[in-house]
């Protein structure tokens, strides 16, 4: 069946160090992809999305390019802010016969330190 | 405009008790997930509706959980006989159609004592 697998975590990075939290997915057919993002206290909330291969998705300085040939979706930002500090979902959702899945992977919780 | 309101917010619940969860989606959106999230862990899916249509319940973990939405907006997620592992947060989302982002609900944590 359709799964997501991330990086686990915790990952604790200085500020203004360089961000990879990896996803890869399987599925069949073509899948839309997306990163949820869940600060402390809140609910989750859509940071970005990628529709299809090659795209790249990018949203608050954080980015992710939907690979097909790799299966993968990696999550980067190229310098990291104490306000970063989140947990951080790679979730898929495609549309079969009669239903459509939306699934997430476990998450990575970031840890920025000043 | 609102969001996706879940309520209550926190249930404790003796072993053996019945519980139902209630989601306010937005209005306007057809699908609405609910998912259960365990602590330090992803939402697992648990069911899908399209509008009033139950399409997938695959996820649901025994026939103590049932859910509804029976005129395509509200929906209820009820779970008899409560057992201590059905103790977890219980997340509601929607979304305007499928393939689209999904608002999340606050969440209803669930405790089973």
């Known amino acids: 069946g359709d799964s997501v697998t991330q990086m686990e975590g915790p990952v604790t990075l200085s500020e203004e160090a360089f961000l990879t939290i990896n996803c890869t997915y399987t599925?069949?057919?073509?899948?839309?992809l997306f990163w949820y993002v869940q600060y402390p206290g809140e609910g989750l909330q859509l940071l970005l999305k990628?529709?299809?291969?090659?795209d790249k998705g990018s949203n608050k300085g954080f980015e992710a390019t939907y690979r097909k040939e790799t299966t993968s979706f990696h999550l980067e930002k190229g310098s990291v802010q104490v306000s970063d500090s989140a947990v951080y979902f790679c979730?898929?959702?495609?549309?079969?016969?009669?239903?459509?899945?939306?699934?997430f992977g476990t998450g990575t919780r970031l840890k920025v330190l000043a | 405009g609102a969001g996706v309101s879940q309520s209550p917010r926190y249930k404790v619940a003796k072993r053996g008790q019945d519980v139902a969860l209630r989601c306010d989606p937005i209005?306007?959106?057809?699908?609405l997930f609910w998912y259960q999230q365990a602590l330090g862990q992803g939402p697992e899916f648990l069911t899908y509706?399209?509008?009033?249509?139950?399409?997938?319940k695959s996820g649901l973990p025994s026939d103590r959980f049932f859910a509804e939405r029976p005129e395509g907006s509200v929906s209820t997620l009820k779970i008899q006989r409560t057992q201590q592992e059905d103790s977890a947060v219980y997340l509601c989302?929607?979304?305007?159609?499928?393939?689209?982002?999904?608002?999340f609900g606050s969440g209803t944590q669930l405790s089973v004592l």
């Open positions: 989302a929607s979304s305007l159609d499928r393939n689209e982002k999904l608002f």
């Open positions: 599925a069949t057919g073509y899948p839309s």
């Open positions: 990628a529709t299809k291969a090659d």
């Open positions: 979730a898929l959702s495609r549309s079969t016969s009669g239903t459509y899945k939306y699934i």
């Open positions: 209005s306007g959106h057809v699908s």
């Open positions: 509706f399209q509008n009033e249509a139950q399409l997938d």
